[in-house]
């Protein structure tokens, strides 16, 4: 082992140590040999041990210690520790910022056990009122978790999205001739990007990415990377660009089908042309890594996919009133500008303390204050929900009179999630058969690159929607994207109905409705079969079929 590898060592045991409240005089001693060690310049192999020994900070204990992990790679009071703690919470402290005190809190009061939990939870300001923190370190702190995902080579979609659009502005600012396009895992749209941002172009632009990004881009080993995403370029001819794009953005089952039909190849102008000139239904790209279907019944598919622009609803939202940063007023009218006819707001039950979930007295102060706004709006209307936690035992977190109050319940699970699928299972089928249940909110729990959701027999828990008129939320946070498309055509086979719901937390949460379009699109979801699609009048009769089941 190297001196840092063994100096680190130290300082993570120390950390560990700190984090389960251990004898702060021998955790100080930990970082001191940290700080003793990093800072050798001869190699701990190559000394005796009764001369590194005597290093200043260095006692019999550590010595011992040091030569433990010379000899065995390995030192078993720190794998004790680890032992002791959740490998993600290992991971944060692997984030700038973050000392002991504050990954303690942020463990033991939060329960967060992953870098990306944690930053699924900033993203829901979960941070600010905890004592030792505050608005300006969650933003430092989503910031460097961010970088720390970045590193680890798998992106969101909007990380990525975000790189491209940037490349797109610089190019086209500079040479607005070259004609490129994005293809591959970030062409298809896919949840996360496992692979670099694909670019085909039919110009050099690498010298002016280099010139234009600055510090944002670098070299690596595998080529650019800007703002951390890798990107691979290549060029293409101006002819052959639309053809490569469609091939190139397409799973090897539909690209190899696409080779052997067409028949035209050049000279188009866009994707929709090359599918007309060769005869061939058109698939858009978030279709074209469906499974196990031939082309035409790809494309029948594809004639009636839900788009952006048929959502008319939004559906989930947090507000003040637990842990979101605008009012009811501020949501409804931001929601109003974007075109939308309704608003649900669905703040957190009782039994959601860390997110300042509603008492009984709360909910109806917001059910006079959700009266008073829609008083004020005209053509628009604010909707009562709730997001209603979901017990150990299956239980609602209110009472089935309490739960009669909202025009909407969504229930979800928010705590004790390590279950096998057995408990999970039974767990939300009993709440999807409560009568008040209109929905099953993100129904694995799961966060994207951050923490695996709870294992469901998803088979089931669709069969219970379906037999009790129950929604499947589609969560359109970029961080869940739960359910996961794959199940969508499951559902609809069922005749279960898909929410694309933001769960917004501020207004620019409302935007992340786009992704969810863009995850219910490649699990071919129609216009017909998404609740949302449904204009206000509509809505409104759907909620009053609520009965007795």
Request: aromatic share 8%; charged share 30%.
């Given at each position: 082992?190297?001196?840092?590898?063994?100096?680190?060592?130290?300082?993570?045991?120390?950390?560990?140590?700190?984090?389960?409240?251990?004898?702060?005089?021998k955790v100080r001693s930990y970082y001191s040999a940290y700080q003793a060690l990093r800072?050798?310049?001869?190699?701990?192999?190559?000394?005796?041990?009764?001369?590194?020994?005597?290093?200043?900070?260095?006692?019999?204990?550590?010595?011992?210690?040091?030569?433990?992990?010379?000899?065995?790679?390995?030192?078993?009071?720190?794998?004790?520790?680890?032992?002791?703690?959740?490998?993600?919470?290992?991971?944060?402290?692997?984030?700038?910022?973050?000392?002991?005190?504050?990954?303690?809190?942020?463990?033991?009061?939060?329960?967060?056990?992953?870098?990306?939990?944690?930053?699924?939870?900033?993203?829901?300001?979960?941070?600010?009122?905890?004592?030792?923190?505050?608005?300006?370190?969650?933003?430092?702190?989503?910031?460097?978790?961010?970088?720390?995902?970045?590193?680890?080579?798998?992106?969101?979609?909007?990380?990525?999205?975000?790189?491209?659009?940037?490349?797109?502005?610089?190019?086209?600012?500079?040479?607005?001739?070259?004609?490129?396009?994005?293809?591959?895992?970030?062409?298809?749209?896919?949840?996360?990007?496992?692979?670099?941002?694909?670019?085909?172009?039919?110009?050099?632009?690498?010298?002016?990415?280099?010139?234009?990004?600055?510090?944002?881009?670098?070299?690596?080993?595998?080529?650019?990377?800007?703002?951390?995403?890798?990107?691979?370029?290549?060029?293409?001819?101006?002819?052959?660009?639309?053809?490569?794009?469609?091939?190139?953005?397409?799973?090897?089952?539909?690209?190899?089908?696409?080779?052997?039909?067409?028949?035209?190849?050049?000279?188009?102008?866009?994707?929709?042309?090359?599918?007309?000139?060769?005869?061939?239904?058109?698939?858009?790209?978030?279709?074209?890594?469906?499974?196990?279907?031939?082309?035409?019944?790809?494309?029948?598919?594809?004639?009636?996919?839900?788009?952006?622009?048929?959502?008319?609803?939004?559906?989930?939202?947090?507000?003040?009133?637990?842990?979101?940063?605008?009012?009811?007023?501020?949501?409804?009218?931001?929601?109003?500008?974007?075109?939308?006819?309704?608003?649900?707001?669905?703040?957190?039950?009782?039994?959601?303390?860390?997110?300042?979930?509603?008492?009984?007295?709360?909910?109806?102060?917001?059910?006079?204050?959700?009266?008073?706004?829609?008083?004020?709006?005209?053509?628009?209307?604010?909707?009562?929900?709730?997001?209603?936690?979901?017990?150990?035992?299956?239980?609602?977190?209110?009472?089935?009179?309490?739960?009669?109050?909202?025009?909407?319940?969504?229930?979800?699970?928010?705590?004790?999630?390590?279950?096998?699928?057995?408990?999970?299972?039974?767990?939300?089928?009993?709440?999807?058969?409560?009568?008040?249940?209109?929905?099953?909110?993100?129904?694995?729990?799961?966060?994207?690159?951050?923490?695996?959701?709870?294992?469901?027999?998803?088979?089931?828990?669709?069969?219970?929607?379906?037999?009790?008129?129950?929604?499947?939320?589609l969560n359109a946070n970029p961080h869940r994207l739960d359910m996961d498309y794959h199940?969508?055509?499951?559902?609809?086979?069922?005749?279960?109905?898909?929410?694309?719901?933001?769960?917004?937390?501020?207004?620019?949460?409302?935007?992340?409705?786009?992704?969810?379009?863009?995850?219910?699109?490649?699990?071919?979801?129609?216009?017909?079969?998404?609740?949302?699609?449904?204009?206000?009048?509509?809505?409104?009769?759907?909620?009053?079929?609520?009965?007795?089941?």
């Open positions: 082992m190297t001196n840092r590898e063994i100096a680190n060592s130290f300082n993570l045991l120390g950390k560990l140590m700190e984090l389960h409240g251990e004898n702060a005089f800072r050798l310049d001869s190699p701990l192999s190559d000394m005796d041990p009764e001369v590194y020994g005597e290093i200043r900070g260095i006692g019999k204990a550590i010595q011992g210690k040091i030569t433990e992990l010379l000899e065995n790679g390995q030192m078993q009071t720190l794998e004790r520790y680890i032992e002791m703690t959740p490998p993600g919470v290992i991971e944060i402290f692997k984030i700038k910022g973050l000392g002991p005190k504050k990954v303690k809190t942020i463990w033991q009061e939060m329960e967060i056990e992953s870098p990306g939990e944690l930053l699924y939870a900033c993203n829901e300001n979960r941070l600010i009122e905890l004592k030792g923190f505050g608005e300006k370190t969650q933003a430092d702190i989503i910031k460097q978790i961010n970088f720390f995902l970045a590193a680890k080579g798998q992106f969101l979609y909007p990380t990525v999205e975000a790189v491209a659009e940037e490349i797109e502005k610089v190019i086209e600012a500079v040479d607005p001739d070259a004609q490129i396009a994005f293809v591959g895992e970030y062409g298809m749209r896919a949840p996360i990007i496992s692979t670099a941002l694909n670019i085909l172009c039919t110009e050099e632009i690498e010298d002016i990415l280099v010139e234009e990004m600055g510090e944002d881009l670098s070299y690596e080993d595998d080529g650019i990377h800007i703002h951390g995403v890798p990107v691979q370029i290549e060029l293409v001819d101006a002819e052959e660009i639309i053809l490569e794009q469609i091939l190139r953005s397409s799973g090897e089952q539909i690209a190899a089908t696409l080779r052997t039909k067409l028949k035209k190849t050049t000279g188009f102008s866009s994707e929709s042309e090359v599918f007309e000139a060769n005869n061939i239904v058109f698939i858009p790209a978030e279709l074209r890594d469906y499974p196990n279907k031939s082309i035409q019944d790809i494309g029948d598919i594809a004639k009636g996919l839900v788009t952006e622009d048929d959502i008319k609803g939004v559906i989930h939202n947090h507000t003040t009133y637990s842990d979101g940063l605008y009012s009811v007023k501020e949501m409804a009218e931001y929601s109003q500008s974007l075109g939308y006819e309704y608003i649900v707001i669905t703040d957190h039950s009782k039994s959601a303390f860390y997110a300042n979930g509603l008492s009984l007295e709360r909910i109806a102060m917001q059910h006079r204050e959700i009266d008073t706004v829609n008083e004020s709006l005209s053509d628009f209307k604010v909707f009562k929900g709730i997001e209603c936690d979901i017990l150990y035992d299956g239980r609602m977190d209110y009472e089935d009179v309490d739960l009669a109050s909202f025009d909407l319940v969504i229930a979800s699970i928010h705590s004790q999630l390590k279950m096998d699928e057995e408990k999970a299972t039974s767990r939300l089928i009993k709440a999807i058969e409560n009568p008040y249940v209109r929905m099953l909110g993100h129904m694995t729990g799961r966060l994207l690159l951050s923490r695996q959701g709870y294992p469901v027999d998803h088979g089931k828990i669709i069969e219970a929607c379906a037999a009790n008129d129950v929604v499947i939320e199940w969508i055509e499951l559902a609809l086979e069922k005749g279960v109905r898909i929410s694309i719901n933001p769960d917004a937390h501020n207004k620019e949460g409302i935007h992340d409705i786009k992704y969810g379009v863009y995850a219910a699109r490649k699990g071919g979801l129609s216009k017909d079969k998404c609740l949302n699609t449904l204009g206000l009048e509509a809505f409104s009769a759907w909620l009053c079929e609520k009965t007795e089941k």
